[in-house]
């Protein structure tokens, strides 16, 4: 049985070539939190996820660093049951990146987000953002549901896919 691109693109990303990714990743920590890439890294996660290869579909690489979500501690001016700090993470690094590419964007709608990889300091996203002002994306019956004002902010309000499985709502 023959297979498509999107296929072996998909096979490729299972097991990834650890020298490439490593050079990648090295490049991308000298690089800015945020980057705008011309074309998504992974095709066929982004395609899956909504992306389309046309105007008005933004991708943003984001890079998080891990760990240290713990609060600093209070010095003083609390009872002792209150002293102390969060313990966990709340929300997952998807949202977190998510959340940060809509305050940063706030012209952009994001979409949807996948991981690219982690090293020992950072993790690595691709958000696909949408931008609802665009007459193309308005006239396409598949994604013009963006352009709704009631769909503005989506990131923050904890309505991405990522976002609705941390709060409990997704299996």
Not at 7 to 13: G, L, N, T, V
Not at 22 to 49: I, S
Request: aromatic letters at 8%.
């Amino acid at each position: 049985m023959t297979h498509g691109a999107y296929h072996y693109i998909r096979e490729a990303w299972k097991k990834p070539n650890a020298a490439t990714l490593r050079e990648r990743m090295v490049q991308w920590r000298k690089e800015g939190t945020f980057t705008k890439v011309e074309k998504p890294l992974r095709l066929d996660r982004a395609r899956g996820l909504g992306y389309k290869a046309k105007v008005g579909f933004v991708v943003i690489r984001v890079k998080l660093v891990r760990g240290g979500h713990k609060r600093t501690r209070p010095k003083k001016a609390r009872r002792s049951k209150r002293m102390h700090t969060r313990k966990t993470l709340e929300v997952s690094y998807k949202v977190i990146a998510e959340s940060r590419v809509a305050k940063r964007y706030p012209n952009l709608e994001v979409l949807n987000s996948y991981k690219l990889g982690k090293d020992g300091i950072h993790y690595f996203f691709e958000v696909i953002c949408v931008d609802p002002s665009k007459p193309e994306i308005k006239n396409d019956s598949t994604i013009n549901w963006i352009c709704d004002p009631k769909n503005r902010k989506r990131a923050l309000r904890g309505l991405t896919s990522a976002a609705t499985k941390s709060r409990g709502l997704k299996a």
